[in-house]
């Protein structure tokens, strides 16, 4: 897939259920089912409030031209080696300037984010989910615990097909004692479109996928696990201090 039709598929879970994005799921979806990227559906990506600052801001600091790029794509929604060329300064500047966090989050998490940047926080989607408490998106609400484990890309071994519904064997989110834990694997169903034109529909047993608000995003390879694994552990800590 190309940049923009890999970031289409994670952005489709939340616009579908009207959490990020503008009013467009059914366009989304047509282009997702017809397997096709165009400029249409770019300027469509580039209206996602929290998710398009992100892509600029890590492949500015990268001196990649295209935010679409796959390479970006991968490091926003899965953790790659571009995060790590971006400075605590960017990434403050980033919160602070394009999502407006002053306006949104009391004075308290405004200064636990700027201590968990300092700490080694990094420009990731699940940084932002598990440490920016409130809800970014279209809907402006604190996050509940389900709400973070559904908007966390979580990844897990698909255990059974049958038809469209997949089995996941994947680590829920889970809390203990105040603080966030990737709790033991369990079954989860989901559903794909089988109507769509994507690596999804080539799932097979054994198969390691990505996952986004209950929608399978793409198969992933063993470095790629191990990255979302590596930054999901790492900002699950961050939110840990403040718990």
Known sequence: MDGVARCTRYAFG?????????????????????GETDQGLVDILREFQTLYPYL?????????RDPFDTRVIEAYWLGNELLDDISAKIFYGHLVGNLQIKKRLNSNTVSYLENKISQGAQMSH???VF?????TGNIDEMHTLESMDNCRVSWGEVVGLDGPVLTVLRRPLVQRAHKLFLGSALNTKIVRSLES????????????ISIHWGVPCEILNERQVSNLEKYTLKSIALANLTM
């Not at 939340?14 to 017809?34: I, K, S």
Request: net charge negative; charged share 25%.
């Open 14 to 34: 939340p616009n579908r259920l009207h959490l990020c994005g503008p009013d467009m799921n059914r366009e989304v979806l047509g282009y997702m089912e017809a």
């Open 56 to 64: 600029h801001e890590i492949a500015s600091a990268n001196n990649i």
């Open 126 to 128: 699940c940084f932002h």
């Open 131 to 135: 440490n920016v408490w409130r809800k």
């Open 197 to 208: 034109s994507s690596v999804m529909d080539e799932v097979k047993i054994g198969d390691k």
